[in-house]
């Protein structure tokens, strides 16, 4: 859901999925879009939003986890995207 990627105000994530550059995106006949990442680590990206979205405010939703050999690459992207 668009709402789970956009809900950090102020960050790259919702610049890039509030709707803004959907003509930008490459997309393929289904309309899925194209992001040229690891898909490791942006799924981990997304299962801590979705964490975030169902986590109350006086919960503390821990940061994403990956393999060790990708922990750098999600570090990475925690600082591009976040």
Known sequence: RRGVLCQVKGTRFEALFSGRWDKKF???SSDR???DV???C???IVDYLN???IS????R???PTISD???YLLSQYMVLFG
């Open 38 to 40: 690891n898909g490791d």
């Open 61 to 63: 939703t821990k940061m």
């Open 42 to 44: 942006f799924q981990a």
């Open 51 to 53: 964490e975030l979205a």
């Open 26 to 28: 490459l997309q393929d």
């Open 56 to 59: 109350s405010e006086d919960e």
């Open 33 to 35: 879009i194209f992001l």
């Open 69 to 71: 050999e990708y922990k």
